[in-house]
């Protein structure tokens, strides 16, 4: 017989409820909380029933807080690649993008840095303006901003594609978001390291983008957070829980050689700044990227239709 959830867990629907928990009678896994309804539910969630195991340094306790029930990425788009301007040379800017445009890049990522939120200083609506004049591809600008909503109209009106605010500077972010969209622009929120999900939780059906940062914000060419990896996966499993079309970012030490982890963690878009302005043939780079993302990108497909048809 089913428990009801307790307080804590009937106010947040992907926490767990303390004390004993009844298991799946088939399965022998916890029950996992309805969404819907806050309280537990062992009815199958989603096309598989395979348990995500927790990446090398997460807690695996912190697994249990979303649903553990891995759903198969089978409406996943492609992996893209999005070159960060920063580690680019921009006394020759015009240049590096279309190299790595003509290297198969299918975003530039622009890091917009005030000095106050992070501790640099880098580019302002001007340079995207520029930017757009001189590439096809989409503009991911991502807004390191303490006030990002005072530049939304300038940075929308020089070109963005894509607008990103962090959510520890956006005390009214649902305000925000909406600021962006009805600009023409594709909204994203994204969090530091420190920061926990449960913070973009009611915003998430809003968005288009979400971005997990590997590293803290402020300076390019800094070593992925390994223990990241469980967020970004935690972070896919809420965003399939919400039937979410959000693409999943992720961007800090992102490497030809993690790029399988980060994609089979659940990313969609690889911000990658240093490996690729840093390497002597950026489209090699991109590529070899690009591969290591599909083939695991593939592979857990293949997984996941395996568990759809045991289900």
């Known amino acids: 017989m089913q428990r009801a959830a307790t ?13 004993s928990i009844e298991r799946n009678a088939r399965t022998g896994w916890p029950a996992v909380l309805s969404h819907a309804r806050g309280v537990a539910d062992e009815g199958a ?46 006394a020759r ?28 200083l880098t580019v302002g609506p001007p340079i995207v303006e520029a930017l757009r004049k001189v590439t096809k591809l989409p503009l991911d600008v991502h807004l390191m901003m303490t006030n990002p909503d005072a530049f939304i ?33 594709k909204a994203g929120v994204t969090l530091n390291p420190a920061t926990p999900l449960s913070a973009i939780e009611e915003i998430l059906p809003d968005v288009d983008l979400l971005l997990v940062m590997s590293v803290n ?17 935690r972070a896919r499993e809420l965003l399939d829980r919400l039937r979410s079309r959000a693409a999943l970012e992720v961007d800090g030490g992102v490497k030809v050689d993690n790029a399988a982890d980060i994609v089979r963690a659940g990313a969609d878009i690889l911000v990658s700044g240093s490996a690729i302005f840093s390497s002597p043939d950026y489209g090699a780079t991109i590529k070899a990227m690009r591969q290591a993302g599909q083939a695991m990108h593939k592979a857990t497909r293949a997984a996941g239709a395996v568990a759809a048809r045991r289900s």
């Open 217 to 233: 914000p402020g300076f390019g060419g800094q070593h992925f957070i390994a223990s990241t990896l469980g967020k970004i996966a």
């Open 45 to 90: 969630r989603s096309h598989g029933d395979e348990v995500r195991p927790p990446f090398d340094g997460e807690d695996p306790a912190s697994v249990g807080h979303m649903a553990r029930k891995v759903r198969p990425f089978m409406s996943r788009p492609s992996i893209r690649i999005a070159p960060s301007i920063l580690s680019a040379d921009f």
């Open 153 to 185: 109209p300038e940075f929308a009106q020089a070109g963005a594609d894509y607008l990103t605010v962090h959510v520890e500077t956006c005390p009214h972010l649902h305000r925000t978001v909406q600021s962006i969209k009805e600009r023409g622009v």
């Open 93 to 120: 800017l015009s240049d590096e993008v279309s190299r790595v445009e003509k290297g198969g890049a299918d975003l530039l990522h622009i890091d917009v840095m005030d000095g106050h939120f992070v501790p640099n």
């Open 7 to 19: 307080p804590l867990a009937a106010s947040h629907p992907f926490v767990y409820s303390t004390g």
